[in-house]
C-alpha cells in the first residue's frame, strides 16, 4: 500500500526539497566570485601599496616635482632614481646614477623644468631631462664622504644658492648649479654629521646626528646652535616648517599636470621667497619636538620613544604633518597634541617620506621609503601584493570546491532519502498501481532502475 504525506506524496516533497537546496546553491555561487575578486583587488592587511620589490627597490630619499604636482622622484639604495605618477601601480626607473651609487638625497629645482640634483656616497649628481640620465658634478665636495642632505634657497635674479650636508665635513655651498662648492661650516661642531637641511623663510636650519639643530640666517655664511629645549646629545634627523593648526582647511590641488617632456631647458619664474612658517618641527631619536619662534626653544610633541626619522607636510591641507619612525607613520592635525597611525602594521624603517596631491579634490597620497616604496591609499584596483592576491585566489578555488562538494552530497542524502519508487516515477506518468507482478520494477529492483531514476531527477 501506498503510503502518503499530509502535503501530498513524499516524492514530491522530497523532490521539492531537492530542488530548494539546489536552488540555494545557484544563489550562493555567484556571490562568491565578486567577493573572491574584490579581495585579489583589496589592499594588503596593513593598508599600504607595495610599489617594488624588497630584494631591488631599497628608498632612501625623496622629491616632488615642483612643477608636476602628482610626480614623485624616488632615490635607491642601488642608485637607480625612480619616477612615480600617482596613477600608476608601480614606480619607473631612469638610467640611475653612475657606479650604483646610494642616493641618501634627492632635491628639485622650481625654476628649471626636470632638473634635480642627486646627493651620493659618491659626489653630487645632475639631471635636467627628469631622471632619465644624470651627470656627475661637484668639484671641492670631500670625495670620500656621502652627500646626506640638499637644499635649495629661492632664487632672487641669479643662481640660486645650493647647500650640501655631509656626514664628516659638515656644510657646503654651491653659487654655480653644484658645478664647485665650498666649505660653508662656521660655528658648526668640527666634523658636523648634517643629515638634513631645511630652508624656511629666510633661515637654512641644519639637523645635526649627535648635535641638534644648528641655523644660518646669512646664506651659511655663519651658524649658530638653536637647541633650546631639544635633549642634550640627541640626533637630529629633520626640520620642517607647516603652517598653523587648521582643521577646517579645505584647499586642493588641481588634478591637472603637464606633459613630463617638456623642453628640459624651459626656465619659469623664480619662486618667491616662503614666508617663515608658524611652526616648525623637528624629527628626533627622543620623538617629535615643535617651535613657535623660528627654532630658538623647542617642546615636546609627542611619539616620545620613537626615533622621527623623516617629516613631510601636507600640500592639500594647511597644517597636516607626517612623521616617519622605525616602524610606522604617523600623523597629526593639532601641532604634534595627537597623532594617529596612518596605516597600521607597516612594519618597516621609514627613510623618507612625501606628500602628494591625489586625482580627487582634498585627496591626499601619502609614500613612505620603508625598504620597499608605499603608498597609502592604494591605488584602485592596485593594493595588494602579490602573495595577497595569491590567497584570494587560494580563497576562491577553494569556495568552489567546497560549494561543489557541498551540491553533490546535498544530492545524494536527499536522493537516499526519497523512496526509489518516486525517483523512478515520472511525476506527468500513468498512476501508479498496486500489482504485486509489478513490485520489484517499483521498487527499484528491475533492470536499470538506478539509471532511469537517476535521469528523471
Known amino acids: 500500500m501506498r503510503v502518503k504525506t499530509a502535503t501530498g506524496s513524499t516524492g514530491g516533497t522530497r523532490r521539492a526539497q531537492h530542488l530548494s537546496a539546489r536552488a540555494v546553491c545557484a544563489l550562493c555561487a555567484p556571490l562568491i566570485l565578486p567577493l573572491a575578486l574584490a579581495g585579489c583587488n583589496a589592499p594588503t592587511p596593513t593598508g599600504w601599496e607595495s610599489l617594488g620589490d624588497a630584494n631591488v627597490m631599497i628608498g632612501l630619499s625623496m622629491a616632488r616635482d615642483p612643477k608636476i604636482p602628482q610626480l614623485l622622484y624616488v632615490g635607491m639604495s642601488n642608485g637607480q632614481i625612480y619616477r612615480i605618477r600617482i596613477e600608476s601601480h608601480g614606480a619607473s626607473p631612469g638610467t640611475g646614477v653612475p657606479n650604483g651609487a646610494s642616493v641618501p638625497a634627492l632635491i628639485s629645482d622650481p625654476s628649471h623644468e626636470g632638473t634635480l640634483w642627486a646627493g651620493t656616497d659618491h659626489g653630487v649628481y645632475v639631471t635636467r631631462d627628469y631622471g632619465t640620465t644624470w651627470r656627475a658634478i661637484g668639484r671641492g665636495l670631500p670625495g670620500d664622504d656621502v652627500v646626506d642632505a640638499l637644499a635649495l634657497a629661492p632664487a632672487t635674479g641669479g643662481t640660486a644658492p645650493l647647500y650640501a650636508g655631509t656626514e664628516q ?24 654629521d648634517v643629515y638634513g637641511l631645511t630652508i624656511d623663510g629666510g633661515t637654512i636650519f641644519a639637523s645635526l646626528v649627535g648635535g641638534g639643530v644648528y641655523a644660518s640666517t646669512d646664506g651659511a655664511a655663519t651658524w649658530a646652535a638653536r637647541g633650546t629645549g631639544l635633549p642634550a646629545g640627541s640626533d637630529t634627523f629633520a626640520v620642517i616648517g607647516s603652517a598653523a593648526p587648521a582643521p577646517a582647511a579645505t584647499a586642493t590641488t588641481s588634478s591637472t599636470t603637464p606633459d613630463t617632456q617638456a623642453s628640459p631647458t624651459a626656465t619659469v619664474a623664480p619662486a618667491p621667497a616662503r614666508a617663515a612658517s608658524a611652526l616648525l618641527y623637528a624629527g628626533t631619536s627622543k620623538g617629535a619636538f615643535t617651535s613657535r619662534d623660528a627654532g630658538q626653544t623647542w617642546t615636546p610633541a609627542g611619539l616620545a620613544g620613537s626615533r622621527v626619522l623623516a617629516l613631510a607636510a601636507d600640500p592639500v591641507h594647511p597644517g597636516v604633518l607626517y612623521a616617519g619612525t622605525d616602524s610606522d607613520v604617523f600623523t597629526t592635525v593639532d601641532g604634534g597634541q595627537h597623532w594617529q597611525s596612518v596605516a597600521p602594521g607597516l612594519g618597516h624603517q621609514v627613510a623618507a617620506l612625501a606628500v602628494l596631491p591625489g586625482q580627487k579634490a582634498g585627496q591626499s597620497i601619502v609614500f613612505a621609503a620603508a625598504g620597499r616604496i608605499y603608498r597609502y591609499p592604494p591605488q584602485v584596483g592596485g593594493g595588494g601584493s602579490p602573495l595577497g592576491a595569491g590567497l584570494s585566489i587560494a580563497v576562491f578555488l577553494i569556495l568552489v570546491v567546497i560549494t561543489y562538494l557541498y551540491m553533490r552530497r546535498s544530492r545524494r542524502i536527499l536522493d537516499s532519502m526519497t523512496p526509489s519508487s ?15 507482478a509489478n513490485a520489484a520494477s517499483q521498487n527499484g529492483h528491475g533492470p536499470g532502475a538506478a539509471r532511469r531514476g537517476r535521469a528523471d531527477i
Open 422 to 436: 518516486q525517483r523512478r516515477r515520472d511525476p506527468g506518468g500513468p498512476p501508479e498501481t498496486t500489482d504485486p
Open 169 to 192: 665635513h659638515g656644510a657646503y655651498l654651491s653659487l654655480d648649479g653644484g658645478s664647485t662648492w665650498t666649505a660653508a661650516n662656521a660655528g658648526l661642531p668640527s666634523q658636523a
